[in-house]
């Protein structure tokens, strides 16, 4: 019972497969839902600190409910593909429709992936890679876990923000830096293994050949107009997964301790939020902190952990937020500040 909730994020399919069938203003019912409806159901529904599974709690029924995903992700975009292609549509329903599949991508696909990627069932990373490559951002996969987990709050990852640092300057740093870090990343690896550079365990090989098969079967199936949807669709999506990352980390850094080496992770390098309903909808996502610190903790485990920085608002809110410079910098410079003189402060820094 304790994972029904976290199957709010299946009504992502209804609310647009509604916007397709309706038209019209409708086809932007899915940005209404999640960045007015989710934060307004935040504010009135409040946070939650407690546990939603205690360790030993069974693992079956929340793992099923990402894997199921797969099947309703990719059912989604065939019936959205086919009405793009075969329905006359507005230039305003059209757009509705792109951002409204970009949402449902971000929100459910990468969401779902970023969960099982760190699982170590070959299954549940084959998943993880089958629903980055419906975004064509499957190197994520690489430079998430290896990467920005390793480098996090440091000036050496590119997917966290620095004090100061607007949306429009740090999207183009973390979407071309992440990719270089997953390319050198998976480079390193096949050479330490002696994994040939056309073999598919290398999965710099397998991502490329697998994002132009995916392309190719779109194209040939829906036709150019279906191709430019699903590409659009997908950078909308791995946008607003760097928006994502600009608001987890935003300013915080961990201390060096000596040329190139920082402390270890700590709850106070991620953003935090408990707000109730937006952790169901992202699996637990908001519980930044402790995902960082515990990367192989399942979502249903996540813990709201003393010491982590918290966010006014749940991210839905908090992305609108960035986009508008002043009001994102008026509403978290001076939290930054306060976290670092905190930090500042501790006399018993972990390294």
């Known amino acids: 019972m304790k994972a029904l909730p976290f199957l709010s994020i299946y009504l992502l399919a209804p609310v647009i497969w509604l ?25 009135l529904a409040g946070t939650d600190t407690g546990e939603t599974a205690a360790e030993g709690a069974e693992a079956a029924p929340f793992d099923n409910l990402l894997r199921g995903w797969l099947v309703v ?9 086919h009405h793009i292609t075969t329905a006359p549509l507005s230039a305003v329903e059209t757009t509705g429709l792109v951002v409204g599949m970009a949402l449902v991508s971000a929100t459910a696909s990468i969401n779902i992936a970023h969960e099982l990627m760190h699982r170590k069932r070959p299954l549940d990373r084959g998943i993880a890679e089958l629903m980055m490559q419906s975004v064509t951002y499957p190197h994520f996969c690489v430079e998430h876990v290896l990467g920005h987990h390793r480098h996090v709050a440091t000036p050496l990852d590119p997917g966290t923000a620095r004090l100061g640092e607007n949306l429009y300057a740090f999207l183009p740093r973390s979407v071309l830096g992440g990719l270089k870090s997953a390319v050198a990343l998976e480079r390193k690896r096949c050479e330490r293994r002696a994994i040939p550079v056309y073999s598919l365990r290398n999965r710099n090989t397998r991502y490329l050949l ?21 590409l659009a669709q997908g950078v909308g999506a791995f946008l607003l997964l760097e928006v994502i990352n600009y608001v987890e980390h935003y ?34 996502l908001q519980r930044h902190a402790d995902h960082h610190a515990n990367a192989s903790r399942p979502y249903y485990r996540l813990r709201a952990m003393e010491g982590s920085p918290e966010l006014p608002l749940g991210y839905p809110a908090m992305v609108l937020l960035a986009f508008a410079t002043p009001l994102w910098r008026s509403v978290m410079d001076h939290r930054v500040q306060a976290v670092r003189h905190e930090n500042s402060e501790r006399a018993d820094v972990a390294v």
Request: avoid cysteine; charged fraction near 10%.
């Open 19 to 43: 916007g397709v069938v309706l038209g019209g203003a409708w086809t932007w019912l899915t940005p209404v839902v999640l960045f007015i409806g989710l934060p307004l159901i935040d504010l």
């Open 73 to 81: 992700g990719a059912l989604t975009h065939i019936w959205v593909l």
């Open 210 to 230: 697998g994002a132009l098969a995916l392309h190719a079967g779109v194209a040939a199936a829906f036709g150019p107009a279906g191709w430019l949807f699903f």
């Open 251 to 284: 300013g915080l850094l961990r201390v060096e301790t000596s040329p190139g080496k920082y402390e270890r992770v700590a709850p106070r390098h991620s953003w935090n939020a408990n707000f109730r309903v937006t952790n169901w909808w992202l699996f637990n």
